[in-house]
């Protein structure tokens, strides 16, 4: 399975959207908006803010292991 490494996160808030890379060794617990300096945090039950606002999943849950 390949893992896909890019993911477009969309802020809640305005509705900015940027495509960033995941990394690969570590959750992304924070994110800063570039739009509007909302800073983000995963949703309950999330592990990272790709899980919560992104298009694609991080690649630990894309290959089915535990995040963090």
Do not use: W
Not at 13 to 23: A, D, F, H, S
């Amino acid at each position: 399975m390949k893992v896909i490494l890019k993911s477009t996160i969309t802020c809640p808030v305005c509705g900015y959207e940027k495509e960033e890379t995941m990394p690969t060794e570590a959750c992304q617990f924070f994110y800063e908006c570039e739009n509007c300096k909302t800073v983000l945090k995963p949703k309950e039950g999330d592990c990272c803010v790709f899980c919560s606002y992104g298009n694609v999943a991080c690649p630990p849950i894309q290959q089915n292991k535990k995040c963090c």
